[in-house]
T-cell receptor, first 116, second 112 residues
Framework: NAGVTQTPKFQVLKTGQSMTLQCAQDMNHNSMYWYRQDPGMGLRLIYYSASEGTTDKGEVPNGYNVSRLNKREFSLRLESAAPSQTSVYFC???????????????FGSGTQLSVL | GEDVEQSLFLSVREGDSSVINCTYTDSSSTYLYWYKQEPGAGLQLLTYIFSNMDMKQDQRLTVLLNKKDKHLSLRIADTQTGDSAIYFCAESTPWRDDKIIFGKGTRLHILP
């Protein structure tokens, strides 16, 4: 049981390049999330998808787009990467939106992105 | 807006108890969580507490909630080298929005 799988694990981009971070979960979860983790800043929510076909902005959505391709997959796209987007990106999923104590987040292992 | 605060570092000797503290601002916070992040890995849920509880114990872990002071703590008894990680406090309030708000994380360092 793989859980939440993110690719790639590491990526280096030049300013202005574009790329897509892929995330897939095999737990039949309805909700998926993208976070970024920066030193001293903790985790900040970029976008989330409550269910297939819906996406909503989180705390720091600027410079990013997302696609909920199907129930399993939720991708994060950087159209024109900037050095400020250097970060570790985590995908997470939960059975539903976190509305009960049973709905916990399961995280992928992260993508370390550097933008030069 | 909602905020969750933690100290950034804690050093503890192996075998001692570790106490990681957290404060939050939203008095209507309903669910409070502790997540653990080991080096190079994603976060894993350690334990959680519902706001109508004031204590929860799970093996070496004890969570204390002081709702009046909006203070949450995680106590790890008999701290081991494998407990070395970053610990994140988080809260969610379902009728506020659909988000979990994370603290910045406390890095627990174990001294030999």
């Amino acid at each position: 049981n793989a859980g939440v799988t993110q690719t790639p694990k590491f990526q280096v981009l030049k300013t202005g390049q574009s790329m897509t971070l892929q995330c897939a979960q095999d737990m039949n979860h309805n909700s998926m999330y993208w976070y970024r983790q920066d030193p001293g800043m903790g985790l900040r929510l970029i976008y989330y998808s409550a269910s297939e076909g819906t996406t909503d902005k989180g705390e720091v959505p600027n410079g990013y787009n997302v696609s909920r391709l199907n129930k399993r997959e939720f991708s994060l796209r950087l159209e024109s990467a900037a050095p400020s987007q250097t970060s570790v990106y985590f995908c997470a999923s939960s059975e539903g939106l976190v509305r009960t104590e049973d709905e916990k987040l399961f995280f992928g292992s992260g993508t370390q992105l550097s933008v030069l | 807006g909602e905020d969750v605060e933690q100290s950034l570092f804690l050093s503890v000797r192996e075998g001692d108890s570790s106490v990681i503290n957290c404060t939050y601002t939203d008095s209507s916070s309903t669910y409070l969580y502790w997540y653990k992040q080991e080096p190079g890995a994603g976060l894993q849920l350690l334990t959680y507490i519902f706001s109508n509880m004031d204590m929860k114990q799970d093996q070496r872990l004890t969570v204390l909630l002081n709702k009046k002071d909006k203070h949450l703590s995680l106590r790890i008894a008999d701290t081991q080298t494998g407990d070395s990680a970053i610990y994140f406090c988080a809260e969610s309030t379902p009728w506020r929005d659909d988000k979990i708000i994370f603290g910045k994380g406390t890095r627990l360092h174990i001294l030999p």
